[in-house]
């Protein structure tokens, strides 16, 4: 097997490991482009193994571009005189450089994957002080920013939500909302649709209260 073969065979081992590393991240915007939203949790059981992945591709890029750059031995040159020219797209520089270049995208992923949720408007919603409320939950499955979009983007899609975050390290998501519109169980249940499942409720030590009224905003309440 030549040089340019194996670089070929290489390149192609680099950007399987490499989708792989980020799969449990690629899901989540796989089934919101789809509309599958329960099956973004697929693959999050894959996150341990995402360092040995990434360890991987990047082994393989980087012995891929030792066997293309090494020089050739005076053998190799007389046995494949026009070979740089000869050689499919497949197996030139050209086409590793791309590979490394996307291999490095998708071991990247994870970090920008959420920026292809849409973004909540900047609404200002008065909510009564009486129907105001804020909670917390454990939620399993999350590994990333594209998972915390996903979840953000369906409970955002109930009415009197105020904002909603969610924290992948953490494993929880923190929801603000207007409970003469929506409840508990509808956020957990959207939660739930997602895929990653929410596993219990945190004890809110500090609940808000107020006299009148709260003008909230995504940012906060006043």
Same mark, same amino acid.
């Given at each position: ?8 065979? =290489? @390149? ?13 991240? #690629? ?12 099956? @973004? ?11 040995? =992945?990434?360890?991987?591709?990047? =082994? +393989? ?8 750059? !090494? ?17 499919? $797209? ?17 071991? @990247? $992923?994870?970090?920008?994957?959420? #920026? ?9 919603? +008065? +909510?009564?002080?009486?129907? %105001? ?24 899609? =109930? ?14 998501? $923190?929801?603000? %909302? ?5 409840? !508990?169980?509808?956020? #957990? !249940?959207? #939660?739930?649709?997602?895929?990653? !499942? +929410? ?24």
């Amino acid at each position: 097997m030549n040089q340019n073969s194996k670089s070929g065979k =290489l @390149a192609s081992a680099s950007i399987l490991s490499a989708v792989a590393a980020s799969l449990c991240c #690629i899901t989540p915007v796989l089934a919101l482009l789809s509309g599958a939203s329960g099956v @973004a949790s697929t693959f999050s059981w894959m996150e341990p193994f995402r360092p040995y =992945l990434l360890g991987i591709t990047v =082994l +393989v890029l980087a012995f891929a571009w030792y066997q293309k750059l !090494k020089p050739r031995t005076a053998e190799e040159i007389q046995c494949a005189c026009d070979e740089e020219e000869k050689s499919p $797209f497949m197996q030139t520089k050209t086409f590793l450089g791309l590979v490394t270049v996307f291999a490095f995208l998708m071991m @990247a $992923f994870p970090y920008y994957g959420d #920026i292809f949720y849409p973004k909540a408007d900047q609404q200002i919603v +008065v +909510v009564s002080s009486n129907n %105001f409320q804020e909670a917390t939950f454990n939620v399993s499955g999350m590994t990333c920013a594209s998972c915390e979009a996903h979840v953000k983007n369906e409970v955002n899609k =109930l009415p009197g939500i105020v904002s909603v975050s969610a924290n992948s390290k953490e494993g929880n998501a $923190f929801v603000k %909302f207007d409970n003469s519109k929506t409840n !508990k169980e509808a956020i #957990i !249940k959207s #939660i739930d649709a997602t895929g990653y !499942k +929410v596993t219990g409720e945190v004890a809110n030590e500090n609940p808000t209260h107020g006299e009148a009224g709260h003008v909230c905003d995504p940012d906060g309440c006043k």
